[in-house]
T-cell receptor, first 114, second 116 residues
Framework: AQSVTQLDSQVPVFEEAPVELRCNYS??????LFWYVQYPNQGLQLLLK??????LVKGINGFEAEFNKSQTSFHLRKPSVHISDTAEYFC????????????FGEGTQLTVNP | EAGVAQSPRYKIIEKRQSVAFWCNPI?????LYWYQQILGQGPKLLIQ????????DSQLPKDRFSAERLKGVDSTLKIQPAKLEDSAVYLC??????????????FGPGTRLLVL
């Protein structure tokens, strides 16, 4: 069965600084990878997803992520964050043998300070 | 287009009471999911419906949780009786077809349950 580990539970950064949120996964089959964002008191919103092809994936709000199969990682990056990026970020994996079931990591709280 | 709707947004009950949550997916979406998100954890799938049939309920605690989607549109999740450890946010999501690996799930705002 697949599992997802988000290595940092909290990441504080200053506005306009770059940020990287780390995600590692474990699976014995091919996977599809997702990043979701959750703003306070809201549901999850898809940021980006990796299905196949180029390992560098660009998403909404200036975020991007790179799939590294050898390191089983899918880290999320943004070169310059804004106050409005403050939210909880979830990495999720879907195995090709598990239908549409998503397995989520425990989340990383990104706090952008002025 | 309208998103996934859930109600109520908040609910406080005492242990051993019953509670029900309602979800209306995006129009035309065949697949509906219920997730449980305990504080400090990622969402965990409880049950997945394809139209009005259950596809996956392997992680649903069936001794106290039940869910239905009778007409293949909206859905109800019930807990009876509730325990303290059921305190969580219950998220509903929907997708167009389901079973397609590249498909996106769209989430509602969730129902925050507190069991005292």
């Amino acid at each position: 069965a697949q599992s997802v580990t988000q290595l940092d539970s909290q990441v504080p950064v200053f506005e306009e600084a770059p940020v990287e949120l780390r995600c590692n996964y474990s699976s014995s089959v091919s996977v599809y990878l997702f990043w979701y964002v959750q703003y306070p008191n809201q549901g999850l919103q898809l940021l980006l997803k990796y299905l196949s092809g180029s390992t560098l994936v660009k998403g909404i709000n200036g975020f991007e992520a790179e799939f590294n199969k050898s390191q089983t990682s899918f880290h999320l990056r943004k070169p310059s964050v804004h106050i409005s990026d403050t939210a909880e970020y979830f990495c999720a994996v879907r195995e090709e043998t598990s239908g549409s079931r998503l397995t989520f990591g425990e989340g990383t709280q990104l706090t952008v300070n002025p | 287009e309208a998103g996934v709707a859930q109600s109520p947004r908040y609910k406080i009950i005492e242990k051993r009471q019953s509670v029900a949550f309602w979800c209306n997916p995006i129009s035309g979406h065949a697949t509906l999911y219920w997730y449980q998100q305990i504080l400090g954890q990622g969402p965990k799938l409880l049950i997945q419906f394809q139209n009005n049939g259950v596809v996956d309920d392997s992680q649903l605690p069936k001794d106290r949780f039940s869910a239905e989607r009778l007409k293949g549109v909206d859905s109800t999740l019930k807990i009876q009786p509730a325990k303290l450890e059921d305190s969580a946010v219950y998220l509903c999501a929907s997708s167009l077809v389901g079973g397609a690996l590249q498909e996106t799930q769209y989430f509602g705002p969730g129902t925050r349950l507190l069991v005292l």
